[in-house]
Nanobody
């Protein structure tokens, strides 16, 4: 088991930045691929980005490339999502998720562990 706790959400104005954190406890964090997903009210949970176990590779949903950056620090058992130039449509609950084995980064059913989420609200 691995427990995930997200933080760093909040309310910001459009154009500003936020850095989300996902801290893990439990098993060896470096064994897990970690991703960020988000879910806006009335919408499906959608993929944002993922990072491999030792940061060799990152992957982004096409719509987030260039504004979002995923990174991790295995010594701190943490994964981060830097979000720049935020837009109102980025408003959602952001979740981190982890899995040991992955085939498709963007498939939420491939992730075994999920955090409770952190709310991001972007206003004009």
């Amino acid at each position: 088991q691995v427990q995930l706790v997200e933080s760093g959400g909040g309310e910001v104005q459009a154009g500003n930045s936020l850095r989300l954190s996902c801290v893990a406890s439990g098993r060896t964090f470096s064994d897990y691929v970690v991703a960020w997903f988000r879910q806006a009210p009335g919408k499906e949970r959608e993929y944002v980005a993922a990072i491999t176990r030792t940061s060799v590779a990152t992957n982004y949903a096409d719509s987030h490339t260039g504004r979002f950056t995923i990174s991790r620090d295995n010594f701190k058992n943490a994964v981060f999502l830097q979000m720049d130039t935020l837009k109102p449509e980025d408003s959602a609950i952001y979740y981190c998720a982890a899995t040991k084995a992955i085939t498709h980064f963007n498939r939420k059913d491939e992730y075994d562990f999920w955090g409770q989420g952190t709310q991001v609200t972007v206003s004009l």
